[in-house]
């Protein structure tokens, strides 16, 4: 596998573009239910603080900061894109679809449908080094998705 | 006619050490020979552990095949086989490092060694509480007043023992910071090293920063202040002429998988007095001159510090890979490996972006380099660089609070060994100057 298949087009892009990034600057919005996370990956020093807000079963922001790898950092700005809009019920499938591919050392596909951007990740599973790079943002999500629901 | 050799021609010094010296060494590294994602590998990562030549790995095989047993029991044939090249195996290593053969004591690795050292000093206090143990295992005794030194470069092996020693016995921590290209403030030494000083512990040379301490100054401090001294000699007994007696410390480890040998082996060095005061710090079998349900006596060392079966297959293969270090020599390994060193930072610091840690081209430095890429986070410097073939590590090196105070989180490390030739260096910083391009930075 090249490195161009790990490092896609659309990873690249995201990891300069970081949507969602700026927590700190960020307010939730009012009468929003709020879920807070911090993970860090002590291996490698990849850290993010994501806050989801959702008001009426809808995700209606997701604010981050973080610093990482462009894998770690493409990942919660496709994350944060994604989920924007989504219903709790929705969100959950799809950080569960994700976790499915990014676990499977490449055995399972991702589906573009259902994952859009993140997709592009699919390469990333073939790398068991990466696999947390990708996933941290998804886990906070999922932790403050819980918090928050 | 008699032929008279002179010590001169006996101790005729090689020529320097060249590629063409190393491309042969190379052929005794089976693992060195593969292809890594289509390229020659180039192995720059031995700083986190080295590869093995044949005659270590024959050597532990070897001992599976002809001479398995377990050591200093059993009246049999094998048993005594055993015993004898394990025992052997430490007089090669006592030899190494310049230590006495009582005062070369088997470990795991050299984490496990300063742990060992760090216990042995808390069950001292624990001892001295008591009233067991005579006056000077009492002068060993931390406690609340008593201060433990360290510096600011060290591996999380060499700092967080010590943490914790520190808050078993009420000791206090300080350290010995460093300025900004990673070299150890002497003034601050002065200073931080003092009579409450009861131990004072760091690295020989910094896995991060490629410097060699300056070990007769710090050690004269540590004297001064009635301290013990212990070194780390990770980075340096694999690579430098290394003589624990000539250097005057009172601990040193080393870790044999970062010399040639397998996993699973180090070597604690300890000054004979102290080893025969310490309590120990793993107890159990093969250690003891007599228990009873209630208590028991102990051998001295270094049996006193081997508790349980032994790593026999492996201190006979850290032999070997002694052997062949010796050989090679290590003054013609330590050159060779200041010139790869050299030729990285002369390397790194000619491309664009890039932020070398520790002294600047043209000091003194061993055969590593950590760097910094701007834009570009270490792991994905590795991932690119292993795309390429070149092996080396990324993150913090376990060394976290060296990082932070560089205001930095991860970076990427080359780290030669004997078996690496200028054409890997090249190799590996053709690839280092593609990165940023590569990830738009």
Request: proline share 4%.
């Amino acid at each position: 596998m090249s490195l161009d298949q790990l490092y896609q087009q659309i990873i690249l892009d995201h990891s300069k573009a970081r949507h969602g990034s700026g927590l700190a600057a960020t307010d939730a919005p009012a009468g929003a239910a709020t879920g807070q996370s911090h993970q860090l990956n002590p291996v490698c020093g990849d850290e993010v603080t994501l806050r989801l807000a959702v008001q009426d079963g809808k995700v209606v922001q997701v604010a981050w900061d973080g610093a990482g790898c462009s894998i770690s950092m493409a990942s919660a700005s496709v994350l944060s894109e994604l989920a924007d809009g989504m219903t709790v019920a929705e969100l959950h499938q799809v950080i569960e679809s994700f976790r499915e591919v990014l676990r499977s050392r490449g055995k399972v596909q991702a589906d573009p449908e259902l994952l859009g951007d993140a997709a592009a990740f699919e390469g990333v599973a073939r790398y068991a080094a990466r696999v947390k790079c990708a996933m941290i943002s998804w886990v906070a999500a999922e932790d403050a998705l819980n918090q928050a629901a | 006619m008699a032929v008279v050799s002179t010590p001169a021609t006996l101790e005729r010094a090689l020529p320097a050490m060249d590629n063409a010296e190393v491309l042969r060494i190379r052929n005794d590294f089976p693992v060195l020979n593969q292809l890594v994602n289509g390229q020659p590998l180039v192995y720059l990562d031995s700083g986190a552990t080295s590869q093995n030549p044949v005659s270590v790995i024959e050597a532990e095989q070897e001992f599976y095949e002809q001479r398995n047993a377990a050591v200093h029991r059993g009246a049999h044939h094998l048993a005594v086989e055993a015993t004898e090249v394990f025992e052997d195996a430490r007089q090669t290593i006592a030899d190494f490092i310049g230590a006495g053969y009582e005062e070369t004591i088997w470990t795991s690795n050299a984490t496990e060694g300063l742990n060992l050292i760090s216990y042995a000093l808390s069950n001292a206090a624990l001892w001295a509480a008591q009233g067991r143990g005579d006056r000077g295992l009492r002068e060993l005794a931390l406690g609340p007043g008593d201060e433990i030194v360290v510096t600011e470069m060290e591996h999380h092996a060499n700092l967080i023992p010590w943490q914790e020693l520190a808050f078993r016995t009420g000791a206090t921590l300080r350290h010995i910071p460093i300025d900004d290209d990673g070299s150890l403030r002497m003034d601050a030494a002065a200073s931080v090293i003092g009579p409450r000083t009861k131990v004072l512990a760091f690295t020989h040379a910094s896995n991060v920063l490629g410097i060699i301490n300056p070990v007769q100054e710090l050690t004269a401090l540590g004297r001064a202040a009635g301290a013990l001294v212990v070194l780390d000699a990770c980075q340096s007994a694999p690579h430098l002429p290394l003589n624990v007696k000539k250097l005057d410390v009172d601990f040193a480890v080393l870790s044999g998988h970062k010399m040639l040998a397998p996993t699973g082996i180090g070597v604690l060095y300890g000054r004979q007095e102290l080893l025969d005061i310490l309590p120990p710090f793993l107890t159990g079998g093969s250690m003891i001159t007599t228990v009873t349900m209630e208590r028991a006596e102990y051998l001295p060392a270094p049996q006193r510090f081997e508790a349980g079966t032994q790593r026999i297959s492996q201190a006979v293969a850290l032999a070997a890979a002694a052997n062949y270090l010796t050989e090679t020599g290590l003054d013609r390994i330590h050159a060779w490996e200041s010139e790869l060193g050299q030729r990285m930072v002369v390397g790194l610091e000619a491309i664009p972006g890039v932020r070398v840690l520790g002294p600047a081209a043209g000091r003194e430095r061993i055969g590593l380099a950590a760097f910094d890429v701007e834009g570009v986070h270490a792991h994905d410097v590795g991932q690119f660089l292993d795309s390429r073939g070149i092996a080396v590590r990324v993150g913090h090196h376990c060394a976290q609070p060296l990082h932070r105070r560089l205001g930095l989180t991860a970076t990427t490390r080359a780290s030669a060994y004997l078996y690496n030739t200028t054409d890997d260096v090249d190799r590996f910083l053709e690839a280092v100057a593609g990165v940023r391009a590569y990830f738009r930075a």
